[in-house]
């Protein structure tokens, strides 16, 4: 599924630069439910942006299926995010004039797909996040739990082989991390990979795989897929 | 590609910040109106104009005798040049002319004469006139009628005066038409009240002058032959300037003047006063069209920089639809269209505005004989000119916004909370 090898990234800040990846290496099935860990400043925010294609890195190889992703133009990320990648946010990134529908529609409308077919779509979609009735509702009139739902509504809608989420229960109480914990379960048991950010132990535990990153580094792999 | 989602989107962008929209689009509608505005002005001015100079016939020209400045062919210079009669037939053969009248006036170049009728008496101009001046500046009739061809050969004693003459001379209730005026003592029986086509000054002229017939004025007042000056037209499509030089070229040969000498013979132009009366319109019309492209500028400039400060705002959104998959080019048609529709409204509205205020002026101006402005007209070629500089202005406002909108990395847009 996607394949890290030797992944370094600087941080040039003024006079010095900050190694903040060093030498990461591991490579994700398809199919696995994996949670990256780590304390703030370990890194793994930025190795989630690398993996989002949302940043490029200094050294080593990244592949993505069989894509070498390195250096491309910005289009062409736009295009691969687009088609591969699905993104699930800490403060969930809802557009806020748009409605719930015209959210989850958000990436069909980057792909081309007429209006009346991807509002269709989305509808399907956001009906399998049990929010169907909330379709015509603006995201300041719905609770965090129903606007995470949204996202991952979002997340879907595109196909997605890979699902990239961070932090995504950060901002919610125990009981809907719970629900959205349950429902990431519920994406990854229709085949679709799924990567989670967090520092959360308990969220961890949902996995089956768990990366530990500290001070930019790989230090543990529980539970890593036999190759 | 017609995607209602688009505009939901410019909509819900314009919306979202009403005071500031209206601010902005406030710019562009300011900068449409006055340029409106001073176009409207610039043609006011000229039609107004236009119409005081009416009557006169564009292509005029006049020709008249002085002294000349060089001595020549044993002739001393300061010698007074005096037209005659026999002046008018070279220059009736020539191509380019197309009327000629001769005239004079009684006691010289625009010195008044007593004119009386019954116990009232004025000073009035009294010319002594051709038919063919009809064909020069252009006459309307109150009463009765001008000098005609018969009053030339029979030497009629008539008269046709102006309607202020009449005015000034007449009770309200008597027809001027069969009465008789006295000239210096020679009474003329009045034929016709005549009603100038011009204004202003000349109209006015005009209105306070008696015209007999040139032939009755020569005998009755002892002229000779002599002639007070020439007012002719070109015939269409005759360069003016050159038909004056020709007709100025023929009259110094039949008056023996030096070539060279230019104020032996005095001319006055009317093609050239035009011209140059053009020349100022089309000049004011480019100062209302600087300073009202200017002005639009400004608003312009106003535009993107509010579009600058909605695009820092949305850095989130913006961020947000890139993780989503939209391409540096999807964002710049996003913004560049929020610009465009924002410019483009707000100047069709001060547009609506500037046609309002202009077709107001119109009705307000369109009676106003006595100030120099008539009703403006601004053509719609001006106006969809103006429309699409406003949609170029809009894109060059987006430009620079649109260029940091697509310049926004996802991850710092993030980052962002």
Redesign the interface.
């Known amino acids: 599924m996607l394949r890290l090898s030797k992944i370094n990234k600087y941080y040039r800040i003024a006079t010095h630069s900050l190694h903040v990846l060093r030498d990461v290496d591991f490579e994700v099935q398809d199919g696995e439910f994996v949670a990256i860990m780590g304390a703030s400043g370990s890194g793994k925010s930025t190795l989630l942006?690398i993996l989002?294609i949302?940043?490029d890195y200094d050294s080593g190889e990244y592949r993505l299926g069989d894509t070498l992703i390195k250096d491309l133009s910005?289009?062409k990320a736009?295009?691969y995010?687009?088609?591969f990648i699905g993104?699930v946010?800490q403060?969930f990134?809802l557009?806020p004039?748009?409605t719930a529908l015209?959210n989850v529609a958000?990436?069909l409308?980057?792909?081309g797909v007429s209006?009346r077919k991807r509002n269709q779509v989305a509808l399907q979609y956001l009906e399998r996040v049990g929010l169907r009735d909330w379709a015509e509702h603006l995201p300041s009139e719905m609770s965090g739990g129903q606007k995470q739902r949204v996202a991952i509504a979002?997340a879907l809608i595109?196909k997605p082989r890979l699902i990239l989420a961070d932090e995504p229960t950060g901002a919610l109480d125990t009981t809907t991390s719970k629900q959205i914990m349950d429902l990431l379960s519920e994406i990854h048991a229709t085949g679709i990979t799924v990567l989670v950010v967090t520092h959360d132990p308990e969220v961890a535990a949902r996995t089956q795989r768990t990366i530990r990153l500290r001070d930019g580094k790989v230090v543990d792999d529980e539970g890593e897929a036999a190759a | 590609m017609f995607d209602l989602d688009k505009w939901k989107e410019i909509w819900a962008t314009l919306r979202s910040n009403k005071l500031r929209t209206f601010l902005t689009a406030f710019g562009v509608f300011w900068g449409i109106l006055m340029l409106m505005a001073m176009l409207g002005f610039a043609s006011s001015l000229e039609t107004g104009s236009r119409r005081q100079m009416k009557g006169l016939a564009t292509n005029m020209l006049f020709v008249w005798g002085q002294a000349t400045t060089e001595s020549y062919d044993g002739l001393p210079t300061g010698r007074e040049i005096q037209f005659t009669m026999d002046d008018i037939e070279p220059i009736r053969r020539l191509p380019a002319v197309d009327a000629v009248a001769p005239r004079i006036q009684l006691g010289g170049w625009q010195s008044g004469f007593t004119v009386a009728y019954e116990s009232k008496s004025g000073s009035f101009q009294v010319y002594g006139d051709y038919p063919d001046l009809t064909r020069i500046i252009a006459f309307g009739y109150e009463a009765g009628r001008f000098i005609n061809q018969r009053d030339i050969l029979e030497q009629r004693k008539v008269a046709v005066i102006g309607n202020l003459v009449r005015d000034e001379l007449y009770p309200p209730d008597v027809d001027p038409v069969g009465t008789y005026i006295k000239i210096s003592g020679v009474y003329f029986q009045v034929v016709g009240v005549m009603k100038t086509l011009r204004t202003g000054r000349e109209g006015e002229r005009d209105a306070l002058t008696v015209y007999v017939p040139f032939t009755t004025m020569r005998a009755s007042f002892n002229m000779g032959n002599r002639v007070g000056f020439f007012a002719l037209t070109a015939k269409p499509g005759f360069a003016g300037p050159a038909v004056e030089t020709q007709v100025r070229s023929i009259l110094k040969q039949r008056h023996r003047v030096s070539p060279t000498d230019e104020l032996a013979i005095g001319s006055f132009n009317m093609f050239q006063v035009f011209e140059k009366i053009g020349g100022i319109f089309t000049a004011i019309a480019l100062v209302g069209w600087v300073v009202g492209m200017l002005t639009l500028l400004a608003g312009v400039i106003g535009v993107s920089n509010i579009m600058l400060i909605t695009v820092k705002e949305r850095t989130k959104e913006i961020g947000v639809r890139k993780a989503l998959g939209a391409t540096p080019a999807s964002i710049v048609a996003m913004v560049m269209k929020e610009a465009v529709v924002l410019t483009a409204l707000a100047g069709l509205m001060g547009m609506a505005a500037g046609v309002g205020l202009l077709a107001l002026a119109g009705v307000v101006l369109e009676h106003a004989t006595n100030v120099p402005f008539g009703p403006p007209e601004v053509p719609l070629s001006t106006a969809l000119v103006a429309v699409a500089v406003l949609v170029g202005a809009g894109g060059l406002a987006g430009i620079m916004p649109a260029a940091h909108a697509a310049s926004i990395k996802p991850i710092e847009a993030l980052r962002a909370e």
Request: charged letters at 30%; zero cysteines; glycine letters at 8%.
């Open positions: 942006n989002g949302l940043d910005e289009s736009a295009a995010r687009n088609k993104f946010f403060s990134n557009l004039f748009k015209e958000l990436p409308y980057y792909q209006r979002r595109g």
